[in-house]
T-cell receptor, first 112, second 116 residues
Framework: GEDVEQSLFLSVREGDSSVINCTYT??????LYWYKQEPGAGLQLLTY?????DMKQDQRLTVLLNKKDKHLSLRIADTQTGDSAIYFC????????????FGTGTRLKVLA | GAVVSQHPSWVICKSGTSVKIECRSL??????MFWYRQFPKQSLMLMAT?????????EQGVEKDKFLINHASLTLSTLTVTSAHPEDSSFYIC????????????FGDGTRLSIL
């Protein structure tokens, strides 16, 4: 099956690190993505990682990929109140149709 | 770069009318565009994939006569919800990718459709 799962909620204090986890099932996925969605808005691409990489860092964001366990994580350093949003991971289906399979989304709440 | 514009952002209309939503890639040529539907507090559900100059490919369970998709140019795709009913009320989001296979999908800001 093609399921991408995430925990539903995460609450952290401002200044702490946030870690959002994602598990996927398609081992042949080529790219994995993290998107952010603020209320009433579309999805904003945060970062993505190619499947032959283990880690990618982009300013406050660090993506870790464990292909063996099909586990993807997004770490946000020094989390700010503006980071409060829903975060979706997505895997690019390997069928060649460019379709993505989205996770269930994690609602991050940052407490001041 | 890679800006996708979606219009309108919010529309309210009476049951039975048809509503057209536009999705434009502003600074790149979008060979493929996607239309999603999102229910409150849920993830995105892919409705259809449209390629420029060809018929859209609809996901299972999506009525193609209900949700008409046109992708007439490399920068514009439209979704028309025909004879809309209250159950069609939802948040509709489009995305687009360019010519290179490793480019990510870039999303519009979504359209909130409310049918009275």
């Amino acid at each position: 099956g093609e399921d991408v799962e995430q925990s539903l909620f995460l609450s952290v204090r401002e200044g702490d690190s946030s870690v959002i986890n994602c598990t996927y099932t398609d081992s042949s996925s080529t790219y994995l993505y993290w998107y952010k969605q603020e209320p009433g808005a579309g999805l904003q691409l945060l970062t993505y990682i190619f499947s032959n990489m283990d880690m990618k860092q982009d300013q406050r964001l660090t993506v870790l990929l464990n292909k063996k366990d099909k586990h993807l994580s997004l770490r946000i350093a020094d989390t700010q109140t503006g980071d409060s949003a829903i975060y979706f991971c997505a895997e690019k289906a390997a069928s060649g149709t460019y379709k993505y399979i989205f996770g269930t989304g994690t609602r991050l709440k940052v407490l001041a | 770069g890679a800006v996708v514009s979606q219009h309108p952002s919010w529309v309210i209309c009476k049951s039975g009318t048809s509503v057209k939503i536009e999705c434009r890639s502003l600074d790149f040529q979008a060979t493929t565009m996607f239309w999603y539907r999102q229910f409150p507090k849920q993830s995105l559900m892919l409705m259809a994939t449209s390629n420029e100059g060809s018929k859209a490919t609809y996901e299972q369970g999506v009525e193609k006569d209900k949700f008409l998709i046109n992708h007439a140019s490399l920068t514009l795709s439209t979704l028309t919800v025909t004879s809309a009913h209250p159950e069609d009320s939802s948040f509709y989001i489009c995305s687009a990718i360019g010519r290179l296979s490793n480019q990510p999908q870039h999303f519009g800001d979504g359209t909130r459709l409310s049918i009275l």
